[in-house]
Nanobody
Framework: QVQLVESGGGLVQPGGSLRLSCACS????????MSWYRQAPGKERELVAQ????????TYAESVKGRFTISRDNAQKTVYLQMNSLKPEDTAVYYC??????????WGQGTQVTVTT
């Protein structure tokens, strides 16, 4: 069974930075697209950033462009989300998603990010 484990969340002040990691085990990582989603209280889950299997293509939500960077290390089977210039509206549970070439989707358990003074 594919397992995705996120880490790196926490409490940070506005303007601060965090780096999220998502490590995959028992998965065919190098051929899978990886994404970060987030869900704030009372809101639907939204796509934050996506990266292609070889890392050559990335997409971002308009709200995080220029502040967040998604990257991956296929040798380590890990995807990252570098979050800079954090704002209170970035507060959410962040989820890692793996999408296989067969369009099967897997989710991590989520990691909480709280941006507050």
């Amino acid at each position: 069974q594919v397992q995705l484990v996120e880490s790196g969340g926490g409490l940070v002040q506005p303007g601060g930075s965090l780096r999220l990691s998502c490590a995959c085990s028992r998965c065919i990582f190098s051929t899978s697209a990886m994404s970060w989603y987030r869900q704030a209280p009372g809101k639907e889950r939204e796509l934050v950033a996506q990266i292609s299997s070889n890392g050559g293509s990335t997409t971002y939500a308009e709200s995080v462009k220029g502040r967040f960077t998604i990257s991956r290390d296929n040798a380590q089977k890990t995807v990252y989300l570098q979050m800079n210039s954090l704002k209170p509206e970035d507060t959410a549970v962040y989820y890692c998603n793996l999408m296989t070439v067969w369009r099967t989707s897997f989710w991590g358990q989520g990691t909480q990010v709280t941006v507050t003074t």
